[in-house]
Every structure is written in C-alpha cells, then in structure tokens.
C-alpha cells in the first residue's frame, strides 16, 4: 500500500514545479568510508524536506526516530511523516525537525 501512497503523492510537487527525488539512497559513512549501504527516503523535496510514507494502524516513536536518522544523514532540517491509514490524512501527518525547536 506505501509504494501506491507514494506513487500518487510523487505527482504533487510536480504539479507545483517543484524538483524531488524519490526513493533516493542516503549514503553511510563510518569512520570517513562511504558503506555501500544506506537507507532510502521516500521522496526528498528540493532537497530540504524528506517525506516518509506510512500506512500503518498505529504510530509509534520509532518511526519517528527512523525520520530523525534520515535527517540527521541527509544533513536535513525537516521531514514530514504522513500515515495514509488514518480516516482524515491530515490527522495522521507528523513533523519532525532535526536540530529545530519546536514550536
């Protein structure tokens, strides 16, 4: 169900003229050596905003904290975690920030 989410929300910053990445792979470095691993983020809107798609029944800190790492490896201030499986989709979006206060 997340890739058809993705899917469909991928076609929005087009609409708008906005320039995405999706499902982009955020390299690993460990001890100065680029790991051939890493994680890929769902989309990565003009570089500045990572977006993690969701569809699950309940939310739990951890996904939370999975955004924060890609933040925090992409050198990213914000992210947005959006779970699809809520009656209202704005209920189920979720900001998180690495390194802002929030408000």
Not at 34 to 57: H, M, P, S, T, Y
Not at 74 to 79: I, K, M, P, S
């Amino acid at each position: 169900m997340e890739s058809i989410y993705e899917h469909c929300l991928a076609k929005e910053p087009i609409g708008r003229g906005l320039h995405f990445l999706r499902q982009h792979t955020i390299a690993v470095r460990y001890k100065g050596e680029k790991l051939d691993l890493g994680f890929k983020v769902d989309l990565w809107v003009e570089q500045q905003i990572i977006v993690e798609i969701k569809a699950i029944d309940v939310f739990h800190e951890v996904h939370r904290a999975q955004l924060l790492s890609y933040l925090r490896l992409a050198d990213c201030r914000l992210g947005l975690l959006i779970n699809f499986n809520e009656v209202v989709v704005k209920d189920g979006v979720h900001r998180v920030a690495n390194g802002l206060n929030e408000l």
